[in-house]
């Protein structure tokens, strides 16, 4: 009786888990290394990109800070950003997903001269 219960079990666990991707990339410029991590579920994707500035430490300030990630699909912009690290989050339902295999482009602008673009793969 213990052994078709268990198979059940495992059974069910297998389907649930089926739909469900993780994604991890990442990338880096000059001055900046980038990553998005998200979970898939079919239409449904909630993700996390991490931002960190290589060149500087928590006091670090950044005037008009902004970041574009695929060319507008995703906005960050800030007058005055302090530290190193900047962390945007996603989510959508109903979505196109983020595809693995293709790279992401980020585009990073700060205190009025500087740019620099990479892709996360």
Not at 18 to 36: A, P, Q, V
Request: net charge negative.
């Amino acid at each position: 009786m213990k052994k078709p219960f268990l198979f059940v079990i495992l059974f069910i666990s297998i389907l649930v888990g089926c739909g469900n991707d993780y994604i991890f990339l990442s990338g880096e410029s000059e001055n900046w290394k980038g990553e998005y991590s998200a979970n898939i579920d079919g239409n449904k994707e909630n993700g996390n990109y991490l931002f960190g500035y290589k060149n500087g430490n928590n006091a670090s300030e950044f005037k008009n800070l902004e970041i574009v990630i695929n060319d507008g699909e995703t906005v960050q912009k800030e007058d005055k950003h302090k530290g190193t690290t900047i962390r945007i989050s996603t989510s959508c339902s109903g979505c196109s997903v983020t595809n693995k295999d293709e790279p992401i482009k980020v585009t990073i602008k700060w205190d009025d001269k500087n740019e620099e673009t990479f892709y996360l793969n």
